[in-house]
């Protein structure tokens, strides 16, 4: 959840206090950018679907990506933004080739695999 903790909770509550544009929820992690195009994340993170280049598990919202995030989508141990370049950055598990990478070895980090976003440039 973000929140700091590991306990389940049954009723919303405030985690971040403003500037949120959009967010993402994947299998156990979550994800947000802010106004300011940075993003952060939270949640398990064994195979670095957090994006910040470790497999450490965050349990409070931290910073990813300083800056130039236009789009994230979070799915099964793997996310994926858009920056403001129109690049697509993946990282995570990618067993089944789903982060178009051409192989699949798992990517941690977003600074590692970024590629141009077809039809855009």
């Given amino acids: 959840l973000g929140d700091g903790s590991t306990k389940d909770k049954h009723s919303f509550s405030q985690v971040i206090s403003s500037g949120v544009m959009a967010m993402a929820a994947g299998d156990y992690h979550s994800m947000v950018v802010k106004q300011d195009g940075s993003l952060w994340a939270t949640g398990r993170n064994n195979y670095g679907q957090l994006g910040d280049g470790t497999t450490t598990q965050r349990n409070a919202f931290t910073k990813v990506v300083d800056g130039g995030v236009k789009e994230v989508v979070a799915g099964r141990y793997f996310s994926v933004l858009l920056n403001d ?3 697509l950055c993946v990282t995570g598990y990618n067993g ?3 982060l178009g990478t ?6 941690v980090g977003f600074n590692k695999k970024c590629y141009p976003r077809p039809g855009k440039r």
Wanted: charged content about 15%; proline content about 0%.
């Fill in 96 to 98: 089944y080739g789903q």
């Fill in 85 to 87: 370049k129109h690049e």
């Fill in 102 to 107: 051409g192989n699949t070895a798992t990517v």
